[in-house]
């Protein structure tokens, strides 16, 4: 069965940090590009950050350039996106995806982690 189970969202004040973790299990997790995804209220899903499927490559969001940083353990089967200097406009759900880069119709959602940035 396959589960992506997403933790390490919460309440932060504006500057702080957080650091997400996306825990696979059931397929074969080295194979698959890993990407972040938010969505906040009333608004789309957007992709936030990916790296491939060796961790040799990540892209960024423009609006978390510089701020975010996406990196995977294969060796523990989990993807991470560490957060520093959250603003408000972070505020959201927060999902990891696994996306199998040739097979595209691989695909898998997390169920998401809430992450809330307010003084």
């Known amino acids: 069965q396959v589960q992506l189970v997403e933790s390490g969202g919460g309440l932060v004040q504006p500057g702080g940090s957080l650091r997400l973790s996306c825990v696979a299990s059931g397929f074969t997790f080295s194979n698959y590009v890993m990407s972040w995804y938010r969505q906040a209220p009333g608004k789309e899903r957007d992709l936030v950050a990916t790296?491939?499927?060796?961790?040799?490559?990540?892209t960024y969001a423009n609006s978390v350039k510089g701020r975010f940083t996406i990196s995977r353990s294969n060796a523990r089967n989990t993807a991470f996106l560490q957060m520093n200097t959250l603003e408000p406009e972070d505020t959201a759900r927060y999902y990891c995806?696994?996306?199998?880069?040739?097979?595209?119709?691989?695909?898998?959602w997390g169920q998401g982690t809430q992450v809330t940035v307010s003084s």
């Open positions: 995806r696994a996306r199998h880069p040739v097979s595209t119709s691989l695909s898998y």
């Open positions: 790296i491939t499927s060796a961790g040799s490559t990540t």
